[in-house]
């Protein structure tokens, strides 16, 4: 009985250590692609949401920034990986 449970504990030692983190990094990796194909998808005059909750308009796509009118004639410059969302 005594091995049953050192062999028990050892197989839940095996899934914390090795299973679930590979579980997890195979999540994140599809996480990556979705938010990278989100981002290939945006387009000038697409209305955002950005992850702060500020709501805006593309006015133009950079390689790494976006220039997004928040205001009439107010416009920032913000990373496209602050964009979280797309409004219809």
């Known amino acids: 009985m005594e091995i049953f449970i050192w062999v028990l504990l050892a197989l839940i030692l095996i899934i914390y250590i090795v299973i ?3 579980l997890n990094k195979r999540k994140m990796k599809q996480d990556q692609l979705r938010m990278q194909e989100f981002q290939s998808r945006l387009e000038v005059n697409n209305k955002i949401v950005m992850f ?3 709501h805006g308009k593309i006015k133009e796509l950079r390689h790494d ?3 997004v009118e928040i205001a009439p004639n107010v416009v920032i410059e913000v990373e496209r990986h602050a964009i979280v969302g797309v409004k219809n």
């Open 20 to 22: 679930i983190p590979m």
């Open 52 to 54: 702060n909750g500020i």
């Open 65 to 67: 920034t976006a220039l």
